[in-house]
């Protein structure tokens, strides 16, 4: 199966594809759709136009996606939620299965600290998918999120501890271990 990483924004948006039909994760593909247009509308257009382009190219099965996240600029993140929701739209509009992670889980899992740079993130993605450099920041992003879904799909990595009080635990709760 192809999975399809996406790295939300409003002036480029990441992707990463990689192959998941094997035990090791496999890259396919990765860069950035370039956002170049003047008004809002036509700025989600061309996200909607170039995540369309992807799915047409790759087939993926599924999209993996970052949560929105919360920012001192509310202008700016709900530029980003915009985006985000066009690539989800997206992806829904082509039968996709959508997955979302927060930021920093995306972090934890790649790197195995949810406190990581961007650096960090690009050197454990190269690492990783054995890649002959490091990838572009958005493209790197991106391709970290599709890892998280892959690695997190099959229970190769522990899941965050609720956080609820112990008392009100349900007992259909899992903690994975790997």
């Known amino acids: 199966m192809i999975l399809l990483g996406i790295d939300p924004g ?8 990689i192959d998941v039909s094997s035990r090791a994760p496999r890259y396919v593909t990765s860069g950035c759709i370039r956002i170049d247009a ?14 369309a382009e992807i799915i047409a190219q790759y087939a993926p099965g599924e999209m993996a996606i970052e949560q929105v ?11 980003l939620g915009q ?7 997206c992806a829904a509009n082509h039968g996709l299965d959508v ?8 972090k934890q899992v790649v790197t195995g600290n949810g406190g990581a740079d961007k650096t960090q993130v690009q050197h454990m993605v190269q690492s ?10 958005d493209a790197a992003d991106a391709l970290a999120i599709a890892l998280t879904h892959f690695f997190t799909s099959r229970g190769a990595v522990a899941m965050p501890a609720p956080t609820r009080s112990t008392k009100q ?3 259909s709760w899992r903690h994975y271990r790997p």
């Open 10 to 17: 409003s002036r480029r948006t990441g992707f990463g594809v």
């Open 38 to 51: 003047s008004t809002l509308a036509q700025k989600l257009a061309q996200v909607y136009a170039g995540v």
């Open 69 to 79: 996240f919360l920012s001192k600029n509310a202008d700016s993140a709900l530029k």
């Open 83 to 89: 985006a985000r929701g066009t690539a989800i739209v």
């Open 99 to 106: 997955h979302e992670y927060a930021a920093r889980r995306i």
């Open 128 to 137: 990783t998918l054995k890649l002959s450099g490091l990838p572009q920041e």
């Open 169 to 171: 635990r349900s007992s």
